[in-house]
């Protein structure tokens, strides 16, 4: 940028002091307040270099010294100059943004993830552990964490000025985000996208912890039942055990090792087995037909809530045998057949 690291530190400094620019709280913070000063040093010298070219000639070529205007040929040199160096310029930023912006929204392979879903008007996090958040979110420091996020209604934005963290909320289909948290702190979570009129009472806070301040605090937020384990309860429940059990002549597909894998489906096509799609065959599957099947599963829109769709797309993405669907199969079979006593209802 060509600015001297005593004087970025200085701006840096008095600009947090006077609580005009947020602090840097993430690592990928640096990165995107470099592109945001030199951006506003370009604009800046772009608008003084034409200010002085608009001064100076008002007082070149006034009345008083032209009476007459007088044609100007061209320059091809010149012409060529101010058209290749903004257009060099133009390109860095783009080139400098592009990489910023894959390097944002592409999260590390081993970053933990947490399910952010919005309402109208409060945010609510789920950890993967089962603890649960309402306008809050505990994350530890120096550990890439993902946002998985969805919208329960209208759009919204999850914005973490510290973090620079910024990405839209939407019905119907995930978004993500990641950042790496540097310093333990309390800091300001907001909804950038007007939703309704409790709009700006859409807020809350992170909290960044230590690694072991938030084990502490995953310890002591423990619901007991981890989403995966909520996701299980919840297969059982719809009867998806019934169809999914992984055994040759299966109703439906093997789940078990599916998430992360390419999935050949009926039309020919493939796709990736990621958290959209485990969610979007739950809503939609007759839009998403494995080879070999028929589209003979019912929709579930309208039946699970949000939540607990995240609850089931986590069980998915943790099976990797199919013993504890045959367990809750055979569990529930037994059940069914077991002898009634006099007074007593079979279930």
Known sequence: MGISPVLWQFLNKWLTSSALFPKEASTIAPYADALYFFLLMMTLVGVVIVGLLVFGFSIRYRKERNPEATQIEGSTLLEATWTIIPLVIFLVAFVWGALLYFRIYNPPANSMNIYIVGKQWMWKAEHPGGQHEINTLHVPTGRPVQLTMISQDVFHSYSIPEFRVKREVIPGRYSTVWFNATEPGVYHLFCTQYCGTLHSGMIGTVTALSPDDYQKWTEASNSGMSLAQNGERLFASLGCNQCHTGQAGARGPNLAGLYGTRVQMEDGS?????????????????????????????TYQGQISEEGLIDLVEYLKSLKTNYRVQQTLTTATSTEAAPTTPGMVKP
């Open 270 to 298: 493939t796709q990736l087995a990621n958290e959209a799609f485990l969610r979007d065959t739950i809503l939609n599957p007759s839009s998403h037909v494995p080879a070999g099947y028929k589209p003979i599963m019912p």
